[in-house]
C-alpha cells in the first residue's frame, strides 16, 4: 500500500463499515510487538524489507494501531514519533514505484500534446543536449492537479510552478513533496478523530501507547532534556484557541453562563492541571495534592472574565463560583477541600461542533483550527509546534 489514506486503503475500512470497528477488530489479529516494529526500526535507520513488502491488510492494522495509540496522547511526541516512521516507510514505497494512482491527493497523468510544445521545450529543457536521461526525467512535467486543489494542499505556494487552464503541471519529485503535505494533514485529521473516541478504545491501545512513550522518550532525548514533555505546566495564553480568547474579554449576558461556567472554567482547568487525561473520567485530586494551583492560578482567570462581562457575571449572579466548584468536579460549594474531588464530574472542555451550537459567537476559527475538534487539542498542538521550534533552536 502507498498511502493509507488513499483509494486502496478507504476501500479496505469501507468493508468494515467506520473506523471503530475497524479499531475493534486489529487487536485480534495483530500482536502488540508486531505494531511497534513499524516505529522501532528507527532506531537503526534501515526499513526492515518485511514492513515495505507487507500486505495492504497487514500494513493497515498496523498503521492503524499506532494511530488508536495516539488518541492517548495527540500532539505529543508519540506522535511526532509514529509520523516520522511511517512518512518514511510509505515514501520509501512511493519512490520505487511509477504509479501514484493510490494516492490520496486528485492527480492525473498529462498527456504529450496537453502542454504546448514551445513550453515542453523550455521547461523540460528539450534543446539541452548535455541533460542525462535520468535529470530529463526528473523534470518532466508528468502529472497535473487542479490549481485550487493544489493550493489547498501546498499553502498557497506557486513557486516554480506551470500553471495552465485551471492546472498545475507537476514532476515526479513535485507529487512526491505535495503527497508529503497531504500526508500530514491527513494524519493530523485522523489523530485528532481518535482522540474523541479513546474512551471507547480497547486496552491494547492504551498498552501500545505506553510501549510508544518508551521509544519516543529514547529517540527524542536530547530535545525531552531541554524541553521536557506536554505535560502539566503554565498556562501558555498565547496559544489559546480563538473561542477561549473571547470568552477571556468578556462576553455579553446570553453568552456568560456558557462561555465562563461551561468552556473557560474547563478548558483552563485541563489545560494547566492534565493536558493529556487518561481518560474524560479523571478527578482533579488524581492530578494535584493540594488546591492551590486551581486557588491561584485558574480561578483568578474564570474571575477577572466572569467580572468582563456585561453585566459583571459575579457581581450579577453571586452564587455562580459554586457552580464553577461544580464543574470542577467538587460538587456545589463554595468552599471546596481536596477530598470533594469527585462529588461531581469534572467536566471536560465541550467540542467544537457543541461550542458552534450553544454559542456561535464564541466560534472564530483562524487557520489553526482546520482538523481540530476540541480547544483543549488546539492547545495541546499549539504547544507541540512551540516545542518542536524550540528543539530545532537548541539541536535535537
Known amino acids: 500500500m502507498l498511502d493509507p489514506f488513499g483509494k486502496r486503503a478507504r476501500e479496505l475500512l469501507e468493508e468494515f463499515g467506520n473506523i471503530n470497528n475497524f479499531l475493534e477488530i486489529i487487536p485480534t489479529y495483530l500482536d502488540i510487538n508486531l505494531a511497534l516494529e513499524r516505529v522501532a ?3 537503526n535507520t534501515i526499513i526492515p524489507e518485511y514492513i515495505l513488502n507487507a500486505n495492504d491488510w497487514k500494513d493497515l492494522m498496523g498503521f492503524y494501531a499506532l494511530l488508536g495509540a495516539l488518541a492517548f496522547s495527540p500532539y505529543g511526541f508519540e506522535m511526532e514519533l509514529v509520523k516520522e516512521a511511517n512518512l518514511k516507510i510509505y515514501l520509501t514505497r512511493i519512490e520505487r514505484t511509477k504509479n501514484f494512482e493510490e494516492l490520496s491527493i486528485p492527480i492525473e497523468p ?10 515542453r521545450t523550455i521547461i523540460e529543457k528539450r534543446l539541452h543536449s548535455e541533460i542525462s536521461p ?6 518532466a ?5 487542479k490549481l485550487k486543489d493544489f493550493l489547498s494542499l501546498n499553502e498557497g505556494g506557486l513557486k516554480n510552478i506551470y500553471i495552465r487552464n485551471g492546472c498545475a503541471y507537476l514532476t515526479k519529485n513535485q507529487v512526491i513533496e ?3 503535505k497531504s500526508f500530514e494533514k491527513n494524519f493530523e485529521r485522523a489523530v485528532n478523530l481518535l482522540y474523541e473516541l479513546k474512551d471507547e478504545l480497547p486496552q491494547y491501545y492504551l498498552q501500545i501507547y505506553n510501549r510508544l512513550s ?4 529514547e529517540h527524542f532525548k536530547k530535545r525531552l532534556d531541554v524541553i521536557g514533555r506536554t505535560s502539566a505546566q503554565p498556562l501558555r495564553f498565547e496559544l489559546f484557541p480563538p473561542c477561549i480568547k473571547i470568552a477571556l474579554r468578556g462576553v455579553p449576558s446570553g453568552l456568560r453562563n456558557y462561555a465562563i461556567t461551561v468552556l473557560l472554567t474547563s478548558f483552563l482547568s485541563y489545560a494547566r492541571i492534565c493536558p493529556n487525561p487518561p481518560s474524560k473520567n479523571v478527578r482533579i485530586k488524581d492530578c494535584i495534592k493540594d488546591l492551590s494551583i486551581i486557588e491561584k492560578e485558574i480561578l483568578p482567570v474564570i474571575i477577572e472574565a466572569g467580572n468582563r462581562c456585561s453585566p459583571p457575571l459575579f457581581e450579577d449572579q453571586p452564587n455562580e463560583i459554586k457552580n464553577i466548584w461544580y464543574h470542577l468536579g467538587f460538587g ?9 474531588s469527585g462529588s461531581s464530574t469534572w467536566y471536560f472542555p465541550p467540542n467544537c461542533s457543541k461550542i458552534r451550537a450553544n454559542a456561535p459567537q464564541l466560534c472564530k476559527p483562524d487557520r489553526d483550527c482546520r482538523y481540530i475538534k476540541n480547544p483543549l487539542t488546539y492547545y495541546l498542538r499549539k504547544l507541540h509546534l512551540k516545542s518542536k521550534k524550540e528543539g530545532r533552536r537548541s539541536g535535537r
Open 214 to 217: 518508551e521509544i519516543a522518550r
Open 110 to 119: 498529462v498527456t504529450e500534446n496537453e502542454i504546448p510544445k514551445r513550453d
Open 41 to 43: 526500526w528507527l532506531k
Open 134 to 139: 535520468e535529470d530529463r526525467e526528473k523534470i
Open 332 to 340: 456545589y460549594t463554595s468552599k471546596p477541600t481536596l477530598e470533594d
Open 141 to 145: 512535467l508528468k502529472y497535473k492537479i
Open 178 to 180: 505535495l503527497w508529503k
